[in-house]
Nanobody, 124 residues
């Protein structure tokens, strides 16, 4: 397993941007696919983005496609989530997660390690 620590959350007005970071420690970072999930109050945790170990392949749900970008820097053991054109419905606690599975998993159970989460609040 890897240990994950998110940062970069905060409050922003609609239309603004934030960049989340997730620093990993432990085993060889480039072996792991990485994902971002979010959970709003009273709602289930949902998939936001995933990236493979090389950083060459990514996937997003329609709700964030074109607005969010996941990337990684394997030299820094860090994965990022750039969020642009933020909407109030993007308000949630955002979690990064690591998986040893191949491909680009989008289900929670496919991820082995989780960070503690960082709050993102978007006001209208």
């Amino acid at each position: 397993q890897v240990q994950l620590v998110e940062s970069g959350g905060g409050s922003v007005q609609a239309g603004g941007s934030l960049r989340l970071s997730c620093a990993a420690s432990g085993r060889i970072f480039s072996l792991y696919g990485m994902g971002w999930f979010r959970q709003a109050p009273g709602k289930e945790r949902e998939f936001v983005a995933a990236i493979d170990g090389s950083g060459r392949t990514t996937v997003y749900p329609d709700s964030v496609k074109g607005r969010f970008t996941i990337s990684r820097d394997n030299t820094k053991n860090t994965v990022y989530l750039q969020m642009n054109s933020l909407k109030p419905e993007d308000t949630a606690v955002y979690y990064c997660a690591a998986t040893g599975r191949r491909g680009l998993p989008d289900r929670q159970y496919e991820y082995d390690s989780w960070g503690q989460g960082t709050q993102v609040t978007v006001s209208a």
